[in-house]
């Protein structure tokens, strides 16, 4: 049985005048959605993806539009300065964030819990002191999220 789970990326204090957003499609086909241009602060992004809970799997297969790569090795794209339709910019990146370590447990939760998510917090700036790309490194993983508190 496939079930909608709610996701949320944070991006910390990324390069100040770059494009960023979520690539929803994959190879030629695709699409940037939720652009923002970053000024230094965090960058917020929100999606759905479909899980699926069969019995006999080890851990969710999540699916969607936004959702990237072989099973056993999902992840989602940030599409970074001209990927992400930005033109006058010397920025051509991609940033890959993994969908690992997220548990049936941690699924069953967000089932039964109303008002909650799972979110993810990145940094935006890499060693090179531009935007961070390629796999997300330091990835702390995915955790549940309570939004009915948020004061935003």
Known sequence: MDQEIKFSILLKTPPAGVDYGLQKGS?????????????????????????????DAIAPDFRGPFVQGPVDGRFIYIDIGTYAGQEETVWSRRLKIPLSGISFEM???????????????VPGTGKDGGPNCATVKPFDGWKIKNITDETE
Request: proline share 0%.
């Open 27 to 55: 190879g030629s086909q695709y699409e940037t959605v939720q652009t923002q241009r970053s000024v230094s602060e965090d960058l917020r992004f929100e999606f759905a993806a479909m899980v699926k809970r069969s019995k």
């Open 107 to 121: 699924v069953n939760k967000l089932f039964d819990t109303a008002g909650v998510i799972l979110e993810t917090s």
